[in-house]
């Protein structure tokens, strides 16, 4: 199966390999799609990606009226994955933000546009947690004791942290950028690819029932349909 | 009205067929042949008021032009509608320089084929005698003219005269700037140069309604303007300066150097509108130097320019862009996608044609459309898988 990632930026679905930013890139790298390998193995390798602002929108105004930008964007992806790279389906992630209502508009708008599979996964509320909620896969990395590990983030709900949350203890990014410097790395890209590989997606889908586990669900349904 | 031109060897047009409406819009990637669509109908309108071999020198000789340097004849076929009559016009040149030329008027779509190619090369040459009069010799011994019906004349007339001179526009907003000097006819230079000088001819025409007619429609399209004025640096240089609106009895000017470069390319456009050059406008990248937000202005005097809502009467536009922004203003009925193979060349497309657009138009804007997928996407409809 032939898919078209969309992202909010390099952690979620890499970055091109090449210095020109070529636009889709193949979809190599990032978090999500070794993710969504791992619950789809049949995921090919020349699957493409982009982020959300490679969808740019160049008008207020379209045939229906406006609507929210997700859902525009999700429209831009669906089309440009049928009908210009040849893409069976389109697996479109998103960080909530905070913002509950993020995509929800986006499924009707697509359908509307272009029939193409389209799997939603919302990260609640930030990418970071499909990362921290991966213990033991980042304990290994980083090679301490989940123990050790639990020490450094102690609040086991990884979808309320928040990169800005008003609790020290709850801001991602600082998590992550003290856990990678255990084995003297900082927090990238390369650092997050290496945990995604390693992620065992049960124990992911337990730490985040209401992001990644609906998305992980969504694509084995995927799978199921393409089959 | 120019509505179809068919191109053959000519540069990277090997045989392109293009549709045309009161206002058409050329899209497609650098290299496609937008431009050479355009210097087709700029080269067959010199041919129409310069001699034969004085248009086809030099870079535009036909071992040169040809596709592919082949030795085919390169060839143009026209049609133009006016009212209930179509015309139809067809040159061939082959690398010695010799043409053959047909006709045909089209009347309430009966087809009266009066082709006559030498006599009617003759008659040609008549009609560019009283534009040229120093370029053209003519056969006294056997007037054309007696050849065709007085009809037939005006309408060939009116359609030679839409084609005449046409320049191919890439209007420069610091061109638009410089003072110029009076000249003898009313045409604007292709980078804008001489736009003092048309507007001096204009203003001081016979006519005094051309002036305050322009005035209200740059006041329509820039409401912060009121006129224009010429600046004289010396006897023969002139600037423009522009009045504001609300300024009262006295006037308050503003140099051209410190107006917006949307005021002076909607001027260069309106005094275009206003001139009685002939033609059809050709109007390559105009959002080139303009800010996104100008450039619906300017797509909606151009528009009007070609309703007749501005200017003197309908006059069509052709325009070739590369900016999404500017096509966002045009209807899927005004574009033409413009793809070039290496084996065939250039082609061209509808893009009211492609099978599913009333859908894809749901969730794009045309300048979307366009920019997100790509010229083959967007014509071929989806790939396989």
Redesign the interface.
């Known amino acids: 199966m032939k898919v078209l990632f969309v992202g909010d930026g390099a952690h979620d679905v890499g970055k091109p390999e090449t210095r020109f930013h070529e636009v889709p890139w193949i979809a190599l790298g990032g978090v999500v799609p070794h993710l969504a390998r791992k619950v789809v193995p049949g995921i090919r390798e020349d699957s493409l990606a982009l982020t959300w602002g490679d969808l740019a929108r160049l008008s207020a105004v379209q045939g229906s009226g406006r609507v929210k930008d997700y859902a525009r964007k999700v429209g831009f992806a669906v089309t440009i994955a049928a009908r210009r790279y040849g893409c069976d389906a389109v697996v479109a992630v998103v960080d909530r933000d905070g913002e509950k209502s993020r995509l929800v508009e986006a499924e009707a708008i697509a359908k509307a546009i272009y029939e193409v599979p389209t799997v939603y996964g919302v990260a609640i509320e930030s990418i970071e947690a499909w990362t921290l909620g991966s213990r033991t896969a980042l304990a290994v990395h980083v090679g301490v004791g989940l123990p050790a590990l639990h020490g450094h983030y102690p609040h086991s709900r990884v979808e309320e942290f928040y990169a800005t949350s008003g609790k020290a203890e709850l801001r991602s990014k600082e998590i992550l950028a003290r856990v990678a410097g255990l084995c003297h790395q900082r927090d990238s890209l390369a650092f997050r690819e290496a945990v995604a590989q390693a992620t065992d997606v049960a124990e992911l889908e337990r730490a985040c029932p209401r992001g990644f586990g609906p998305f992980a669900a969504a694509l084995r349904g995927l799978s199921v349909v393409r089959a | 009205m120019l509505s179809r031109l068919r191109v053959q060897n000519f540069r990277c047009l090997r045989d392109v067929t293009v549709d045309f409406e009161p206002l058409t819009v050329l899209i497609g990637k650098n290299d496609s042949g937008k431009t050479s669509i355009l210097d087709a109908i700029r080269v067959l309108g010199d041919t129409m008021s310069r001699p034969i071999p004085e248009v086809f020198s030099g870079v535009n000789h036909p071992e040169v032009l040809s596709w592919r340097r082949e030795s085919k004849p390169v060839s143009w076929e026209i049609t133009t509608d006016r009212d209930q009559h179509r015309f139809l016009y067809h040159l061939q040149l082959d690398r010695s320089l010799s043409i053959k030329e047909r006709r045909s008027l089209e009347v309430d779509l009966s087809v009266e084929d009066v082709s006559a190619p030498e006599k009617y090369r003759r008659y040609w040459s008549s009609l560019a005698y009283g534009l040229s009069p120093e370029l053209w010799e003519i056969d006294e011994d056997e007037p054309a003219d007696e050849f065709y019906h007085e009809k037939d004349r005006e309408e060939l007339d009116r359609s030679v005269h839409e084609l005449l001179n046409l320049p191919r526009y890439r209007l420069d907003p610091d061109a638009l700037r410089r003072p110029s000097a009076p000249r003898p006819d009313t045409l604007l230079d292709a980078s804008g140069r001489s736009l003092p000088s048309l507007l001096d001819g204009l203003f001081s025409g016979a006519d005094a309604s051309i002036r305050t007619s322009l005035e209200q429609s740059l006041h329509a399209a820039i409401p912060t303007l009121r006129g224009l004025s010429l600046l004289s640096f010396d006897d023969s240089t002139k600037t423009i300066e522009y009045v504001l609106a609300g300024s009262g009895k006295r006037p308050i000017t503003i140099p051209c150097e410190n107006a917006s470069d949307g005021a002076l390319l909607v001027t260069a456009y309106l005094a275009l509108a206003y001139s009685d050059a002939p033609g059809t406008l050709l109007i390559e990248e105009p959002e080139n130097g303009l800010h996104p937000s100008l450039l619906r202005l300017v797509f909606e005097t151009l528009h009007k320019i070609s309703t007749g809502e501005y200017g003197l009467g309908p006059r069509q536009v052709i325009i070739a862009t590369q900016s999404?922004?500017l096509l966002?203003y045009a209807t899927k009925e005004e574009v033409r996608i413009v793809r070039r193979d290496l084996e065939t060349g250039t082609h061209v497309s509808r893009l009211a044609d492609v099978p599913d657009i009333d859908?894809?138009?749901?969730?794009?804007?045309v300048?979307?459309l366009w920019?997100?997928?790509?010229e083959d996407?967007?014509v071929e409809?989806?790939?396989?898988?």
């Open positions: 999404p922004l966002n859908r894809l138009l749901k969730g794009f804007s300048g979307e920019y997100h997928l790509g996407a967007l409809g989806e790939t396989a898988k």
